[in-house]
């Protein structure tokens, strides 16, 4: 690594956590304040009573209903695409499958890309049904995730908030406006944004050539700021239009961190305890910086199996060193091993690289990644996600301390470790169930493009980044078949609302305890071991379940390549 | 008496037999991972059947794990097992101290003699001086002094008598002196004996609600466990493997949490033991539990903090009295007062001067509640002893500034001023103090360091409650407390989140009892009171409830230290088991078998060994408890991960590759 990529890794770094508490503390002001006028309007002209308050059954089915509506609204969108405007290149419907593959992915906030944006979605259905979708699906998660919090900040209650107002404030008050002005500086920075669907080129070659393009520019920053992922062209972050210059690699970068990273400051403010928040903060960092560090590491190592080959592996005066396999030359090693980590950890899925391409070992941290989900994980849910490992890692090493466990003063008993394993027990069964029924069943295997590990990773990585909501794809599998269209599609939707609504009912029984004061035998969470014992968790309990996908997958390539054994 | 772990020969015989009967599937059924070993073996026992009947190769290996599976059953049923009998044992030494006895039944045509094991509910009868009381009950006549030693080891007798809070007796002791009359409080086998023996039987044993998340959340990781060994065969067959449903099993078998789950009921019958080894009887396991989580300790002053009764400490003469006019007179007032603090007066005004030959003619003036004050009249003169208010009275003026001066120091003190006067004038002032047990201050410490706060209850004025409660290093105080005080003040703890624990033997403290969270009632006090609670100290020692606190810790630390070190054991059974799996198609993995074992064959044999093995090699902690110390939940915790969990990791590398060493010397592979 020469002086440069530090540059470039401590300048995005940094930013994010400057701006993190930042944010944090503004999320909280957004949600412990009252009704904006503008949002009053809004409620009255829709019909909402803000102030009423919902149980955590009413709020999830509000939740459920809801996203069962949006999701119809982008399915309808889409499969009517050649009877509605703005499609002057007439472009046919997605395929059903692929219609509701597309709605489930955009819904779940996954952004699991089947079709390709630029030949087969008209201008219309990028907005009303991919943008639309977007918006919705990246505040859904971020509501539910208020709603959690209100387990811990409210004591002796039935109720859990009001789903709507939730909703909406987040989306008035932070989405959208940042969304808005991180548009701008994208168009500012070269991404089209219109309606015109086409213009024509003339390159130094002669023949003309044909560009698509479109409101691409909203649908950029959406993308990053929703953590969403999902791209106007099928090449996502690698394509000049979407991520033109090194600064906007840099912006969108920044973007996919700007509220993930905040959740935890988010957290602490609105418990009461921002150093709970802190603590958090750095238990999601440690994880992240860990999985660069092995990505960068991963990626700079030279392929013994091209050592033969007349390939310049070594870092030189015109060679970055490593493996540039699939990387734009725009960004180089280090910032596509920052982005791909951040997009994968932050779920995020936008990528500005080959997947495929990477090294077994950079595979491995995606794959983690997107087993933990936490790191710091989707808009939203992924935080919850972390509250819920939290709850479980006290439970068991809890009762070390010779009390019954207690969370934030709140007693974790039988109903909260149900619910806490019951999410828990979503991820394993649908990745390894899933990834092991595709190997068995001929439609899952004629999709594979590969033999040996890397094909088995192939099927993994899809399977984990649908489960996970995650939307990046390792590539290399043919994902566009009805099998796997109709099949990840529903895994989305499962790996999207099974945990989830496990978590609601979690917040609804936290916060009808009372909570407890603390008292000298209490173990302190705001502190170092606290983290320690988090970490030591998630680790050991991803580990445990994926040990054996792991090893064959990655780790076989990885033995494989040292043996210089290929398939 | 302490009563010591019973171990012996016989107990273990009768656990190995025990441990089979347990086998039952309708028992294994309520230990979930345990059922799925028994599932396990099952299969593996038909698969090692099937193995005989088509003379396979398998069918060493086969019948190896199957043997190692039934093992884990059988260990952990054996350890359920000695949990049981030991504890069945501790109860049982204690009822064959009543086995035997008759009773003198009163019935309308005058006492019956009956065996004492016939005698029912509400029936009465009479116990005599010599005679053993055959059956729990409350004195409704008379009064009696009891050895009690057959139950607590103290040999000082104890009084027992009607009406007070003190009416309980205890079937199996001795009356020394007395004669009372007895109503049965159980019907028969329904003693805290028998109850005690219940509870530990597994009859009518509960699942405490930790151990009911805790069992929760053991199925949902056998749950995820299963999920991933059921993934395997798809996996393997992609690598061009055929799976062994036997491996399969083995390493499903390692990986759920079966030491936990196979020690789980042990830990808590011997929470429950370790109690009782400390003579408290519990009536529940969560009692002894929810000791561990208490918050706030109520302690009554008197009788817990305090002794029963003031002792004088000091004489204040009055300006112009001498000091031995002032011990003389006191001395002489207090002779023929019986009272404790009358007894004390007269021992310590004896150390101070010599005194001898009370007049002979001196009439004692006992105590009245108009006058509320007691004295003697002596040839010299008329000697009075009272409060300040009604000594006033009797001197009809107002005190001396000094004597006023002296009167308020010791009550700031948190001593009770006792004015002397002869002949209606003012002598000075006999400091009478409250006196602390010892030893308490360096236990209130303790329970500080625990976590839990300790508040006082008393009738004083809170001068003398603050000064109290400051000697004897209490956390707060609550003065002036009627005793329906003492049921508001739970209340409102509890209200804040708080449990709440206290000790109690009368009737008024029985609606107190029910209330706290844990109720330890005096084996000595009323029925009401021994009902209302949740524990029984036979000892009828209040502050034992600390020993109980600190046993309902290391109850729950038992728990949580034997739950991670089970999980922390599944990385090295996945190091054994994994590469084991998988390297005769891909022989790149070898270098996963970091404990470098001999053959596929041994590694799995070692792990499945080591699984099986360490249940037992667990059941001594188990029983015994991981030691609890109050350094704080921070530190606690640090201790206990580098323990169990670093260790939990580390161990079974070092176990499993010993076996694999001892399995190839003896070459099984």
């Known amino acids: 690594m020469i002086a440069n990529d530090w540059i470039q890794i401590l300048f995005s770094l940094g930013v994010t956590v400057l701006l993190a508490p930042l944010v944090g503390r503004y999320l909280a002001w957004i949600y412990k304040g009252p009704h904006l006028s503008l949002e009053r309007g809004f409620y009255r002209l829709v019909g909402i009573n803000p102030d009423h308050e919902m149980t955590w059954k009413e709020y999830g089915a509000v939740l459920l209903v809801s996203n069962a509506f949006f999701f119809a609204a982008g399915f309808l969108v889409l499969w009517a695409q050649p009877v509605l405007p703005l499609n002057p290149r007439n472009l046919p419907p997605l395929s059903p499958e692929l219609t509701f593959n597309t709605a489930a992915s955009f819904v779940t906030n996954t952004n699991w890309q089947a079709y390709a944006g630029e030949a087969q979605l008209s201008n219309l259905s990028q907005m009303l049904a991919i943008t639309f979708l977007m918006f919705v699906g990246a505040n859904t998660g971020m509501a539910s995730l208020v709603a959690i919090f209100k387990g811990f900040t409210r004591s002796g209650s039935q109720t859990i908030g009001n789903f709507w107002t939730d909703f909406v404030r987040f989306f008035i008050r932070a989405f959208l406006p940042a969304c808005f002005l991180m548009a701008l500086i994208h168009v500012y920075q070269g991404s089209p944004q219109t309606l015109r669907t086409q213009i024509t080129a003339h390159t130094l070659e002669g023949p003309p050539q044909t560009l698509i393009v479109g409101p691409v520019a909203s649908l950029e920053s959406l993308k990053h700021l929703g953590t969403n992922g999902g791209g106007f062209y099928n090449a996502n972050g690698a394509h000049p239009y979407e991520n033109p210059t090194p600064l906007t690699n840099t912006l969108e970068f920044l973007e996919m961190g700007l509220f993930t990273f905040s959740l935890p400051f988010f957290f602490g403010r609105m418990i009461g305890r921002p150093r709970q928040g802190q603590v958090f903060f750095i238990a999601i960092l440690t994880l992240y910086l860990s999985g660069f560090a092995l990505i960068e590491y991963s990626e700079r190592m030279p392929n013994p199996l091209l050592a033969h080959a007349s390939v310049e592996q070594q870092v030189g005066p015109l060679s970055d060193g490593g493996n540039t396999e699939g990387k734009e030359t725009r960004f180089g090693i280090t910032q596509t091993s920052l982005f791909s980590n951040t997009t994968i950890a932050a779920t995020t899925g936008a990528v500005d690289g080959a997947m495929d391409s990477m090294n077994p070992l950079s595979i491995l941290v995606y794959l983690v990644h997107m087993f933990l989900n936490e790191e710091p994980g989707g808009k939203g849910v992924g935080f919850a996600g972390l509250l819920k490992e939290a709850i479980l890692a006290i439970f068991l090493a809890g009762l070390m301390v010779g009390r019954s466990p207690e969370f934030l003063g709140k007693r974790i008993e039988s109903r909260e470790i149900k619910l806490a394993s019951l999410s828990l027990l979503v991820t394993p069964l649908l990745v390894l169930w899933l990834t092991g029924i595709s190997l068995l069943l001929p439609s899952g295997k004629s999709s594979m493009g590969n033999p040996g590990p890397h094909g088995f990773m192939e099927v993994l990585y899809a399977f984990s980044s649908g489960n996970a909501n995650n939307g990046s794809a390792m590539a290399g599998l043919n994902v566009s078949t009805p099998y796997y269209a109709i099949l990840l599609g529903v895994e989305m939707l499962l790996g999207r609302f099974l945990p989830l609504l496990p978590l609601l009912a979690l917040a609804g029984a936290l916060a009808r305890k009372k909570t407890h004061p603390e008292t000298a035998g209490t173990f302190k969470t705001d502190q170092p071991l606290f983290i320690v014992l988090l970490l030591g968790f998630m680790i050991l309990f991803a580990a445990l379940t994926f040990f054996p996908p792991l090893m064959l997958g990655p780790l076989l390539e990885h033995l494989s390549l040292l043996h210089g054994i290929s398939f | ?669």
């Open chain 2, 1 to 669: 008496m302490k009563k010591k772990v019973i171990l012996d020969k016989q107990m273990m015989i009768e656990a190995t037999v025990q441990s089979i009967v347990m086998l039952n599937p309708f028992k294994l059924a309520k230990n979930p991972v345990m059922f799925v070993v028994g599932i396990g073996s099952v299969l593996t026992t038909l698969m090692a059947i099937s193995s005989l009947i088509h003379h396979s190769t398998e069918l060493f290996f086969t019948t190896t794990i199957s043997v190692w599976l039934w093992l884990t059953i059988g260990f952990a049923n054996f350890a359920e097992a000695l949990a049981e009998l030991q504890g069945k044992a501790q109860a049982l030494s204690l009822r064959s101290t009543r086995a035997e006895t008759t009773a003198s039944l009163v019935t309308p045509r005058g006492t019956v003699k009956i065996p004492g094991n016939q005698l029912k509910r509400e029936d009465q009868f009479i116990v005599e001086e010599g005679n053993v009381i055959p059956t729990d009950g409350e004195i409704l006549e008379g009064v009696a002094s009891i050895d009690e030693s057959a139950i607590t080891g103290e040999s000082a007798p104890v009084i027992r008598e009607a009406g007070g809070d003190r009416s309980g007796v205890t079937g199996g002791t001795r009356v020394l002196a007395g004669k009372i009359r007895v109503m049965v409080t159980n019907k028969p086998g329904e003693t805290f004996l028998d109850r005690m023996i219940d509870l530990v039987e597994g009859a009518t044993r509960q699942k405490s609600p930790n151990e009911i998340a805790l069992t929760i959340l053991l199925i949902g990781l056998t749950l995820i466990f299963l999920f991933v060994v059921a993934s395997l065969p798809a996996f393997s067959s992609y690598s061009g493997i055929k799976s062994s449903p036997t491996i399969l099993i083995a390493l499903l078998v390692c990986l759920i949490p079966t030491t936990i789950a196979g020690l789980l009921p042990a830990i808590g019958i011997a929470g429950i033991d370790r109690a009782f080894r400390a003579n408290v009887i519990a009536k529940s396991g969560k009692a002894v539990e929810v000791a561990g989580d208490i918050d706030i300790l109520l302690l009554d002053k008197t009788g817990t903090i305090t002794f029963g009764n003031r002792q004088a400490v000091q004489f204040l003469p009055a300006k112009g009295v001498s000091e031995e006019d002032l011990i003389r007179a006191s001395w002489l007032a207090s002779l023929p007062d019986g009272t404790p603090e009358g007894k004390s007066i007269v021992r310590l005004a004896e150390t101070h001067i010599r005194l001898s030959n009370p007049p002979a003619e001196a009439i004692p003036i006992p105590f009245t509640p108009e006058t509320r004050m007691s004295g003697v009249d002596t040839p010299d003169g008329e000697i009075r002893k009272g409060a300040g208010d009604a000594i006033q009275t009797y001197v009809g003026g107002p005190f001396s500034p000094d004597l006023s001066e002296s009167i308020s120091s010791v009550a700031r003190s948190g001593g009770t001023p006792l004015v002397v006067a002869m002949n209606r004038k003012p002598l000075g002032v006999v400091h009478l103090k409250d006196v602390i047990k010892p030893g308490l201050k360096e236990r209130f410490e303790r329970l500080r360091k625990m976590g839990v706060t300790t508040v006082m209850v008393t009738g004083d004025n809170p001068l003398t409650a603050r000064a109290i409660a400051e000697e004897a290093g209490l956390d707060d105080y609550f003065a002036q407390a009627k005793p329906e005080d003492k049921m508001a003040l739970i209340k409102k703890e509890q209200e804040k989140g708080r449990l709440v624990a206290m000790t109690g033997d009368g009737t008024n403290d029985a609606p107190s009892l029910a209330q706290a969270d844990v109720a330890l009632a005096m084996n000595s006090g009323t029925q009401a009171a021994k009902e209302a609670g949740n524990m029984v100290d036979l000892d009828s020692d209040p502050t034992k409830i600390i020993e109980v606190v600190e046993i309902g810790k290391q109850l729950l630390i038992t728990r949580g230290a034997l739950t991670t070190f089970s999980i922390a054991n599944d990385v090295a059974k996945y190091f054994a088991i994994l590469p084991a799996m998988f390297v005769t198609a891909y022989p790149q993995l070898k270098i996963l078998n970091i404990m470098s074992l001999a053959t596929p064959v041994s590694a799995i044999t070692s792990a499945i060994i080591f699984n099986a093995l360490i249940i037992p090699a667990l059941i001594p902690l188990a029983l015994k408890g991981v030691r609890y110390r109050p350094i704080g939940a921070s530190a606690l915790l640090r201790e206990n991960l580098l323990i169990y969990g670093l260790g939990g990791i580390i161990v079974p590398f070092i176990g499993i590759k010993l076996i694999d060493i001892a399995l190839v010397l003896l070459h099984f592979t």
